[in-house]
């Protein structure tokens, strides 16, 4: 694991920013996992403001998003679709047909989570997966369990996780119970990860990821497995890695 610790959360959203410049630069068609939640917003906007300044090209461009609540509408203003054409999908030349985002209103999800996995290959496979992390250690929304998930699947949301997620709708009891969301085994398929993590909050969740044994309890602890994966973690998110390595 490369592991990079900046001294605030701006710096280590542009570090991942400029990480996913530069596979764009040197791949134009290159495939993107992108990620959604409060951490990504300012990479994202780095991204945008790269692209208006002319130096990044999307129309070449594909991307997977790792995850959408089951039940919502892509109009929905919590849908993960919402988040990402308003953060940034529509603020830069990607053309729509090369956006992928799990149906959340499929009328069979399974099948859904399974044309998802076939669309990613047939792609040939994702080159830069950027990655967040739940304070209870989940990658996409795959939460602590006993064993890790393949592929694609329906996730029954952890209540720390609907907890956290609260704060985006009027109440915990208006954030879907279910997802849907790539499996462990599809994201460690990415060529390369990018993991971005700021805030104190996470600091827990980070030392297990990277100091503990590889366990299906911390989802992203299967990251010490991978051989690219780079931590871009902000000096709180890092508090708690001393002594570990
Ligand atoms: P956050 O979510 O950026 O909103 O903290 C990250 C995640 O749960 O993966």
């Not at 209103?105 to 044309?115: G, V």
């Amino acid at each position: 694991m490369n592991i990079r610790v900046f001294e605030n959360d701006r710096q280590a959203a542009q570090a991942a920013a400029c990480m996913i410049a530069a596979q764009i630069l040197s791949k134009p068609a290159a495939v993107i996992g992108l990620a959604t939640g409060g951490t990504p917003v300012p990479a994202y906007q780095e991204l945008v403001r790269l692209t208006n300044a002319g130096v990044l090209d999307w129309s070449r461009v594909t991307t997977f998003n790792l995850d959408e609540y089951l039940g919502l509408p892509g109009d929905h203003d919590q849908s993960f679709k919402y988040f990402m054409m308003k953060h940034l999908f529509n603020k830069v030349n990607i053309a729509p047909e090369s956006i992928h985002i799990p149906d959340g209103m499929a009328a069979d999800p399974t099948e859904a989570c399974m044309s998802y996995e076939r669309a990613i290959r047939e792609q040939g496979g994702i080159d830069l997966q950027l990655l967040g992390i739940g304070r209870n250690g989940h990658i996409g929304f795959n939460e602590p369990a006993d064993a890790f998930s393949p592929i694609t699947h329906v996730v029954d949301l952890t209540e720390d996780t609907i907890e956290a997620n609260a704060r985006f709708f009027a109440s915990s009891a208006d954030v879907p119970r279910q997802a849907l969301s790539m499996g462990v085994g599809t994201i460690m398929q990415a060529r390369s990860i990018v993991m971005l993590v700021t805030g104190t909050e996470k600091a827990r969740a980070v030392r297990s990821m990277i100091c503990e044994p590889v366990s299906p309890s911390c989802p992203a602890s299967v990251l010490q497995l991978h051989a690219n994966v780079t931590i871009l973690l902000d000096s709180p998110a890092a508090t708690a890695m001393n002594h570990c390595r």
